[in-house]
């Protein structure tokens, strides 16, 4: 009887048939190609993964690896509820805290001086936080709106101290001995025209007036950026809403004459012995005795953006501040960077010149989707941009958002939901330039894009696509239809792309159909065999390798597993979990034409271990209690539902197996579920014979 080889090509391809692909793989989970120097892609088991930490409260959204100026290595956890770092296997919150107060105006100043001091009683604002005053305040000549470092120098519980600054930063000094008053906004019946009220307001025409508390006046919702068309005088002002009023209103204030204060929380150091008292903050500063520390409330978010500026830790919840922590500082935990943007959907730390960016961003207070600015170089408390440093702001063009921005070799890259553009250091004057590089190449998500050895992957609307010296390419994807034709568009945000450089690996792990909007599927791409394959492991946060050794992702279950680092599986904090991994082939023709044909022995050519055991003191692959099931489905028609003969057991020690079947197509499967096993096929061969006419 004559002997015939089987070697599989590479790579998982669900948009062709079984039939018309041949000794390929049409289905697979948990399995990966190794390239072969004569250009075959040899399957295997995936690598396996081990508990790193949990369980967390949350589902874990974003992960990031540093070190500090001792060689700690750390691991931020952006959760939805917290964020917290992992240092030598100790988790630690430093989820940032705010406190929203909506209190009567007390506010007092003294002519001359930037000094500013407001009343909220039992606040207990320290010299570590921000207040952050959402409603427009005129006092002493001055107006009050935006973040604000406070001071404390009487440790008072009901009154704290604020420097008042114009745009620049430069003190504000008050000019009269005015009381406190708050913006008003007055309507007509019919007009769109809003007349505000703002005493010494210092707006001319042309000029921004943001609203970021809403408010209800005549019938129209104020909320926004809104032109001055018109100034009255030195204390009223027009602005013209999209609506008209639907009654006469006068003088209406805003928040219901409430002053709106959001604290955001910072608790600083504590010296050894002394509390607050003597020795910690001295004379002048909290002197002697005690104070007692806001804790605020913990923010929640969807996600989180994470970068480091040097041992720093810097972040971004969705659509929120800019925080620093700094493991060497001995704040407990994240505080607000106060000077930075107050609303933004992401940031990125960019080199060569080391510059913090947010893109989704504001200058207003209001959210611009399509903003991008940047602080000073070498400082990320310096943003207003001035002839003497290179901060800055540029807003994209085209599009509807900036959906994400990475660093990639030698500029920024910053995806809208339509296209790609570049941003490139050129100094001064104008610090960065931006190009648009691709068109109708836009990103699918937040974090559907990374970089791998120099070549930027993503995740478009319908394809993937990567970038390379010759500008945005499509890649083509022979599992399409499993991937975009399931995909939940609902949940598109929480995609999340996993780069594994070991093999030259990168992964989008995605929400299907059905699932309850959460991740359970992944689709993988090699981008040395430029193959695919896809499966049903879910992780909600990634980073490739770093300080910390192999890749560690984030699970449903709201643990954290570091990659490659075993075998097995892991799950719900459990290690040593069976893999189930698994593939199976399209049909191919045992015989041309109407000759059926039949098998009756197939010979396996399999690795069985990693490069790691040893027997009579030589260095093998082995794993001698290793197993793996094949399975053969025969058929005479593709479209016949298959006979399946097996599965049989093959170990380290089968010669073969004999199925003894008859057909004129068949399919291989091949799978495992035994704990500590490791497989990778090679050429696989059985015996065969005509046995008569279909």
């Not at 001792?70 to 770092?85: I, K, P, Q, W």
């Not at 390419?473 to 598109?492: A, E, G, M, R, Y």
């Amino acid at each position: 009887m004559p002997h015939s080889s089987l070697k599989l090509i590479p790579g998982v391809d669900t948009n062709r048939t079984p039939a018309l692909n041949e000794a390929a793989i049409s289905s697979g989970d948990l399995i990966r190609f190794i390239p072969d120097k004569q250009g075959l892609g040899l399957v295997q088991k995936l690598g396996g993964w081990t508990t790193y930490a949990g369980p967390f409260p949350s589902y874990i959204r974003s992960l990031w690896a540093w070190e500090d100026t001792n060689s700690n290595s750390y691991l931020a956890v952006g959760s939805e509820t917290s964020l917290d770092y992992i240092l030598n296997g100790g988790v630690y919150d430093i989820t940032p805290r705010t406190l929203v107060h909506n209190v009567s105006i007390s506010i007092s100043t003294s002519i001359g001086s930037s000094d500013v001091v407001i009343t909220d009683t039992g606040s207990n604002i320290t010299n570590w936080d921000n207040v952050y005053i959402e409603t427009p305040i005129s006092v002493g000549g001055l107006v009050l709106f935006g973040v604000y470092p406070t001071t404390n120098p009487t440790s008072s519980a009901n009154t704290y101290h604020i420097k008042a600054v114009d745009l620049f930063g430069n003190p504000a000094l008050a000019t009269t001995s005015a009381a406190a008053t708050i913006v008003k906004f007055s309507t007509v019946s019919s007009s769109s025209s809003i007349t505000v009220t703002l005493t010494n307001h210092g707006y001319y025409v042309g000029s921004t007036f943001s609203i970021v508390v809403s408010t209800l006046v005549g019938g129209i919702t104020l909320y926004g950026n809104y032109l001055v068309e018109n100034v009255i005088d030195a204390n009223n002002f027009v602005i013209v809403a999209g609506n008209t009023a639907s009654s006469t209103v006068t003088n209406q204030s805003m928040n219901g004459g409430l002053a709106r204060y959001v604290y955001y929380i910072g608790v600083g150091p504590v010296p050894a012995g002394t509390g607050y008292g003597i020795g910690g903050y001295g004379r002048g500063g909290y002197g002697t005795g005690s104070v007692t520390v806001q804790n605020g409330s913990a923010i929640s978010t969807t996600d989180w953006t994470l970068d480091n500026w040097g041992e720093i830790l810097i972040s971004c919840p969705l659509n929120g501040p800019i925080y620093e922590w700094s493991p060497e500082a001995g704040y407990s935990i994240s505080a607000v960077i106060g000077t930075a943007p107050i609303v933004n959907a992401g940031i990125v730390v960019a080199m060569p010149q080391r510059q913090l960016i947010a893109w989704g961003s504001t200058s207003t207070g209001i959210q611009d989707p399509l903003l991008i600015r940047w602080c000073d170089i070498n400082d990320y408390t310096v943003w207003s941009p001035t002839t003497t440093n290179q901060a800055g702001s540029y807003r994209i063009p085209k599009g509807s958002k900036i959906v994400e921005c990475i660093q990639a070799a030698q500029q920024t890259l910053i995806w809208t939901d339509l296209g790609l553009w570049a941003m490139q250091y050129v100094s001064l004057p104008y610090v960065y330039q931006f190009n648009e590089i691709g068109t109708g190449c836009g990103l699918i998500g937040r974090k559907a894009a990374a970089s791998m050895s120099g070549v930027v992957y993503w995740m478009g609307q319908s394809q993937f696509y990567m970038l390379a010296g010759g500008g945005p390419q499509p890649i083509p994807c022979p599992v399409w239809d499993v991937i975009f034709q399931d995909l939940d568009t609902s949940n598109l945000d929480k995609i999340r792309i996993a780069v594994n450089s070991r093999f030259s690996e990168v992964s989008w792990y995605y929400p299907t159909k059905g699932n309850g909007g959460e991740i359970n599927a992944y689709v993988k791409y090699n981008a040395v065999l430029q193959q695919w394959d896809y499966g049903s492991l879910a992780r909600t946060a990634w980073i490739n390798e770093s300080v910390l050794g192999p890749p560690i992702g984030a699970g449903t279950d709201k643990y954290i597993y570091q990659h490659e680092t075993s075998t097995n599986a892991a799950t719900n904090g459990v290690n040593n979990v069976p893999m189930l991994s698994n593939f199976q082939t399209g049909y191919f023709e045992i015989a041309e034409a109407d000759l059926k044909m039949f098998v009756d022995q197939v010979w396996p050519d399999m690795k069985w271990g990693y490069f790691n055991g040893t027997a009579n003191g030589t260095t093998v692959y082995q794993t001698p209690t290793a197993q793996i099931q094949l399975t053969f489905y025969v058929t005479d028609y593709a479209g016949q539902t298959p006979t399946t003969y097996g599965p049989y057991n093959l170990t380290q020690s089968t010669q073969f197996v004999t199925p003894r079947f008859r057909g004129r197509l068949v399919s291989i499967g091949i799978s495992s579920n035994d704990v500590g096993s490791f497989w990778r096929i090679g050429n696989m061969r059985y015996r065969s014979q005509p046995d008569g006419k279909f």
